[in-house]
């Protein structure tokens, strides 16, 4: 069966960096595009990067832009994402997640997240 | 930037149905996707592409989009629905996946 999950998530001062990984199982990793989805405590659900299936193209969102590094090693399955300037806004559960539509090797759909990773607790502190 | 509106909460009975709307700016010319999220849990896909349905989920889950609003629908609600819903876009204009706000369904 499919699974992500995530690990590298923690308690880190304001304006450090932290790594996050991602690991995938049950499916074809490298034909996926994938993304970064965040969820600050209490709050709705922040999309935060997306890469494309072969890793050549990417976007972020402009809270996390010249900060934040989305990569992925197919050889290895895994998805990472790199923080630096860690803020306290920061803060939250991330997740890594599957995503269809043009980011995703021939496909039809247009989009849509069918797999998610139970997500992993990054905490800022200032 | 692109916007998402979805009215912060919606109180429905067992057995009726609840209609969740997600706002934007021409949204009828997107394709939007619905997840349905329970505490302490990851989202889970409920529709994608405007209107279709992952495996395994209930045919009481539909969707429309057209003009300036999408609607999720979930017919005769049962207590399991209780969630946070949140639709999704592909904003082209900006390069950016956008959620919205998000609807707490509360059955009473």
């Known amino acids: 069966q499919v699974q992500l999950v995530e690990s590298g998530g923690g308690v880190v001062q304001s304006g450090r960096s932290l790594r996050l990984s991602c690991a995938a199982s049950?499916?074809?990793?490298?034909?996926?595009?994938m993304h970064w989805v965040r969820q600050a405590p209490g709050k709705g659900l922040e999309w935060v990067a997306v890469?494309?299936?072969?890793?050549?193209?990417?976007h972020y969102a402009d809270s996390v832009k010249g900060r934040f590094i989305i990569s992925r090693d197919n050889s290895k399955n895994t998805l990472y994402l790199q923080m630096n300037s860690l803020r306290s806004e920061d803060t939250g559960v991330y997740y890594c997640a599957t995503t269809d539509g043009a980011p995703t090797f021939g496909t039809s759909r247009r989009g849509g997240s069918d797999y998610w990773g139970q997500g992993t607790l990054v905490t800022v502190s200032s | 930037s692109y916007v998402l509106t979805q009215p912060p909460s919606v109180s429905v009975p067992p057995r009726e149905t609840a209609r969740i709307t997600c706002g934007g700016n021409?949204?009828?010319?997107?394709?939007v996707h619905w997840y349905q999220q329970k505490p302490g849990q990851a989202p889970v896909l409920v529709v994608y592409d405007d209107s279709d349905r992952p495996s395994g989920i209930p045919e009481r889950f539909s969707a429309s989009n057209s003009g300036n609003t999408a609607i999720l629908t979930i017919s005769r609600v049962e207590a399991g629905d209780e969630a946070d819903y949140y639709c999704q876009v592909w904003d082209g204009d900006s390069d950016h996946y956008v959620f919205g706000t998000g609807t707490k369904v509360t059955v009473l």
């Open positions: 049950g499916f074809t990793f490298g034909t996926y595009g």
């Open positions: 890469i494309w299936y072969d890793g050549n193209k990417n």
């Open positions: 021409n949204i009828g010319s997107k394709s």
